[in-house]
Nanobody
Framework: QMRLVESGGGLVQPGGSLRLSCTAS??????VGWFRQAPGKEREGVASVNMGGSSTFYASSVKDRFTISRDSVLSAVYLHMSGLRPDDTAVYFC?????????????????WGRGTQVTVAS
């Protein structure tokens, strides 16, 4: 079973930036997606990238502020977040799958991480 580990979360002021990492051995062979869940809200898709890194997807709420990228050598997928707003506060999860690009928050993907907390507040 693949063990996905998210890191890079923390407390940041509005307008600030963070870079989240999703790492796992062999991640280069998987499509990866980032999701988030705010308190009292349903999980939502944030950004996804295919195995080769040639295709990306962004939720409209984060487009032009967040960038997903991957480093196959390091077996990592990153979520670069800028222009953070209080409504970006959530636990951020990554998911990986060898066949489907994870875009659906209720999708049954091969592996899910446990999440990293992002809090945007002044």
């Amino acid at each position: 079973q693949m063990r996905l580990v998210e890191s890079g979360g923390g407390l940041v002021q509005p307008g600030g930036s963070l870079r989240l990492s999703c790492t796992a051995s062999g991640l280069r062979w998987y499509h990866v997606g980032w999701f988030r869940q705010a308190p009292g809200k349903e999980r939502e898709g944030v950004a996804s990238v295919n195995m080769g890194g040639s295709s990306t997807f962004y939720a409209s709420s984060v487009k032009d502020r967040f960038t997903i990228s991957r480093d196959s050598v390091l077996s990592a997928v990153y979520l670069h977040m800028s222009g953070l707003r209080p409504d970006d506060t959530a636990v951020y999860f990554c998911a990986a799958d060898p066949h489907s690009v994870p875009t659906q928050p209720t999708g049954e993907y091969f592996s899910w991480g446990r999440g990293t907390q992002v809090t945007v507040a002044s």
